[in-house]
């Protein structure tokens, strides 16, 4: 994530802030100009005279700006319905997955990649359907022709965290869950309708016309000695466990991990973050765990050059959190077959990036 200067005073801004803490100019978030702006009254004109205001959903956090004519700004539009009681738990936990969508939409902005809104094309555009489990009703996260069904229970952090343990996972989030249901999304938009790029997936993810829900009974079913044979066998090919379930599946867990690596690089570089070694060290060390991130734009279709910055980062993060008595930030290994697959994505998100007519209604 990049960081923002203030529009009055230049101090730094951050992504999630509505006002200048040194100077108090109240900000918001232009989609347009991909920077914070000032307001006056909750109101910027731009260039063209055009008149922005605060969406609508300032009241849960959002500090996005809406055209005049709106009264939502670009990300919460694309949510397509929430929870009918808004208490203020439900509120609280809206307000946490909603920055977390808004950090998922500027990220796919800055890649350049194509967003058509369910407004636009209702068959197969992104729409967010934002819900909440119960003691009653279980919410499924999901992606299904261009809709992205979140459990927004899943802010509360107990609760995600007791369902990270219960599935024996290293890593759970929000924005986790949103990078990897794009993934789906993009996958249908992109790899789907195209036959050049479907066969090149298939070539390395396997074929995905394998029966899904026999895929899922396997993965969630009895664990026993040969299914975990089976696992260890086939892991150095996946980023994750849940991504050996099936081809889809492998796909979206690729997807977010090369948005989790874009996203952190991107912030590093913000921050001015260096990863240096002595020059006395063996050149060899040097080479290979030294890291000056950097990322503008969509970043080169080579995972080598990105993971050599990558690896030596992740390293010292996690090395970082277990300093403070926590897990390690990046808990994966990324082997020669998964930086085949990153590539993989970086190749698709370069080939499409801006071009919003590739989003066509599903045809497969």
Known sequence: ????????????VYFEQRACTECGTEVGFSR?????????DGAWIDDSADRWHHCENE????????????TLCFSCALTRSVPDDLDERVIRLLAETAEAKRRLVFQLDDLDLPIVSHCEQPDGGLAFDLDASTDDKKVMIGHMNGVIT??????QDSHREALRALLDEPYRTMLGHFRHEIGHYY???????????LQRFRELFGDERQDYGAALNAHYGDDDDERRQDRATR????????AMTHPWEDFAETFAHFLHIADTLQTAAAHGLQLRFPDSWPDRVRVEQTSIPTLAGAPTADAADLLSIWNPLATALNRV????????????????????KLTYVLELVRHFAGDNSVITSPTR
């Open 1 to 12: 994530m990049r960081i923002f200067p203030c529009p009055a005073c230049g101090s730094i």
């Open 32 to 40: 347009a100009d991909r920077t914070m702006v000032p307001l006056t």
């Open 59 to 70: 009241r849960i956090g959002c500090n996005w700006l809406a055209a005049s004519a709106d």
């Open 150 to 155: 979140i459990d927004i229970t899943e802010a």
């Open 187 to 197: 996958w249908q938009a992109l790899v789907a309708q195209h036959d050049d790029w």
């Open 235 to 242: 892991s150095e090919n996946y980023i994750s466990q849940y």
């Open 321 to 340: 959190n277990r300093s403070m008595g926590k897990h390690d930030l990046y808990p994966f290994t990324i082997t020669d077959q998964v930086a085949d």
